[in-house]
């Protein structure tokens, strides 16, 4: 089916970040899919009217970054869109630089010269700018699992620096004092930042209503505003175009049900692919509470390289298997682990590699728990490419956003192929508390529950709900 209605479109570096954007939109009533290829556009069960181009490009080097954003982006205006934005890392990890040049570039190509206007902040998760800086709960982001992250670490928390030393787009700040004056301020503060030339401003907030003052000053430049940040800013400008387009609506019901799938059932599993400090503590809470069984995936073991496609696994992938399928029969969630807390850490030219295998490894669970009557209905996944291999795996380029479960964490379904409408719940690695997994897995089994009794039963009030009420939009 054909993208009807879409009009708002954004370039993702990370598949978890872009999910995490576009349920701040579904929220809304938008209708919002994430795809990872841009084929899949034409293939969506529903209309669009935002779509979340994922291009996989934080931590590979920022020429091929470039290049893939330039697609995107190209494949995102060939779709019909006319509104922009630029999903960047919560903790400023990644090509931020080259990607940003790559999409302003295609769309000046296009005749759409836009400013690109930086909002790093996501108060509801503890990220606020001040001056310029980035803390995340109160701490300088280069401080933080950010800076020591293997793949694409954060040597700087002056978001402007990290930008310059990764671009020559001019660009300036815009401090707090100016965006606590009001939207008129700070629309006078960019109108004079483009006057004089800059390609890029940077802008305070440590509130979301700080962050509703930048997007009505946005709105009331002549010029587009190609909205960068890690989602608030994205939705809040969504938010107020929808408003002065008479757009927004109370949202009452979900959208129609995917295709009916046999190989779907009540059971729960996941896996998480992150290194990080805080996702060992979160999958050792979450077991702690009887909430899941970590299965541990001894990678370091594996010869990856040997792995010669997503249909094939290490010989010994398959006591992983039975562990998991042994897990499930008791009754229990089995969740992969991929590292362990004290272990070394695989070099990061493997994690490609590494999420290529736990993805097929999470596909051949799925296919043998239908086989001996223990079907999935829900996968939680943390880590962006865990989380894309995975989906690859399962045979969708494709997923339908619903409900934001908590700051940065996803409620999705599959769209197409063989487990289409299976639910997700998708989390980046520096993402929440150490609680974080338990009430991901309450999310995900409540979810799970009602759409056995029929998709179109009403979210949980906790998480929200999602419908298509909005008309396609028309944005200028």
């Avoid at 291999?389 to 409620?411: D, I, M, N, Y």
């Avoid at 929440?432 to 799970?448: T, Y």
């Amino acid at each position: 089916m054909t993208a009807r209605g879409f009009s708002l479109g954004v370039v993702a570096d990370d598949l978890t970040g872009a999910n995490a954007t576009g349920v701040g939109l579904a929220a809304l009533g938008m209708e919002v899919w994430s795809v990872l290829d841009p084929g899949a556009v034409s293939e969506l069960s529903g209309p669009a009217q935002a779509l979340m181009g994922v291009t996989e490009s934080r931590a590979i080097p920022p020429d091929e970054a470039a290049s893939r954003v330039r697609a995107a982006t190209e494949g995102l205006l060939a779709a019909g869109a006319t509104t922009f934005g630029k999903r960047i890392d919560s903790t400023l990890r990644g090509n931020l630089g080259a990607e940003l040049e790559a999409m302003l570039a295609v769309l000046d190509g296009a005749g759409h010269p836009h400013l690109a206007l930086v909002v790093p902040a996501y108060p509801a998760s503890g990220r606020v700018v001040a001056g310029g800086y980035l803390l995340v709960h109160g701490v300088p982001v280069q401080e933080t699992g950010a800076g020591r992250d293997p793949s694409a670490p954060v040597r700087k928390s002056q978001a402007a620096q990290v930008l310059a030393e990764q671009t020559r787009l001019p660009m300036e700040l815009v401090e707090l004092d100016r965006v606590m004056q009001g939207p008129e301020a700070v629309r006078h503060a960019l109108h004079e930042a483009t006057r004089r030339g800059r390609r890029v401003v940077v802008v305070d907030a440590t509130t979301d209503a700080h962050i509703e003052t930048i997007a009505r000053a946005a709105v009331a430049l002549p010029q587009p505003v190609l909205s960068v940040d890690p989602g608030p800013f994205t939705t809040a400008l969504a938010r107020v175009r929808l408003e002065q387009a008479s757009l927004l609506r109370e949202l009452a019901a979900e959208g129609p049900e995917p295709a009916a799938t046999p190989a779907l059932g009540p059971y729960l599993a996941g896996a998480v692919g992150s290194v990080t400090d805080l996702s060992l503590r979160q999958v050792a809470a979450a077991a702690k509470a009887g909430v899941i069984e970590p299965i541990s995936v001894p990678l370091a073991e594996w010869d990856l390289a040997a792995v010669p496609s997503d249909e094939s696994l290490p010989q010994a992938a398959a006591r992983v298997l039975e562990a998991a399928l042994t897990s499930l029969r008791a009754g229990r969630r089995p969740v992969l682990v991929t590292h362990a807390p004290g272990a070394p850490l695989l070099p990061p030219h493997a994690a490609r590699s590494v999420a290529r295998v736990v993805g097929a490894l999470v596909a051949a669970l799925a296919r043998a728990a239908a086989a001996q009557g223990t079907p999935l209905g829900g996968l939680y996944l943390s880590g962006g490419d865990i989380t894309v291999a995975t989906c690859r795996a399962l045979g969708s380029a494709a997923l339908r956003l619903e409900a934001q479960v908590e700051p940065l964490v996803a409620l999705a379904r599959l769209d197409g192929g063989p487990h289409a409408g299976l639910v997700l719940v998708t989390k980046g690695g520096l993402v929440g508390d150490d609680q974080a997994l338990v009430r991901a897995m309450e999310a995900l089994a409540c979810r799970v529950a009602q759409a056995s009794q029929g998709y179109g039963a009403p979210a949980s009030p906790s998480m929200g709900a999602t419908g298509s009420l909005v008309p396609p939009l028309g944005w200028a």
